[in-house]
Nanobody, 120 residues
Framework: QVQLVESGGGLVQPGGSLRLSCAAT????????MGWYRQAPGKQRELVAR???????NYADSVKGRFTISRDNAKNTVYLQMNSLKPEDTAVYYC??????????????WGQGTQVTVSS
């Protein structure tokens, strides 16, 4: 079994910052791509940022220059540093990880989601 544990969401004023964390635990042989997605009320889930095992990153245009994704392979953890937050960043943020357990069957796993609310 592989599980993702997210943390770091909350309420922040416009212009503020938050840092999300997502740790993968369990039967893990290797982790490939790690990413963050978000879903606002009434909208589809969308990619925020992804990072490969080698450290290559890609971002949604709407967050470029404000958000930074990073990973700590020793801790099986991915982070999302969010700066200059705007009300339109309000959403539930989901961690997504490609995991190869010792069974060698590749899994695509989602976290439980963490609420980020940007409001004055």
């Amino acid at each position: 079994q592989v599980q993702l544990v997210e943390s770091g969401g909350g309420l922040v004023q416009p212009g503020g910052s938050l840092r999300l964390s997502c740790a993968a635990t369990g039967n893990i042989f290797s982790i490939y791509d790690m990413g963050w997605y978000r879903q606002a009320p009434g909208k589809q889930r969308e990619l925020v940022a992804r990072v490969t095992l080698g450290g290559s990153t890609n971002y949604a245009d709407s967050v470029k220059g404000r958000f930074t994704i990073s990973r700590d392979n020793a801790k099986n953890t991915v982070y999302l540093q969010m700066n200059s937050l705007k009300p339109e960043d309000t959403a539930v943020y989901y961690c997504n990880v490609e995991v190869l357990p010792y069974s060698k069957i590749l899994l695509n796993i989602w976290g439980q989601g963490t609420q980020v609310t940007v409001s004055s």
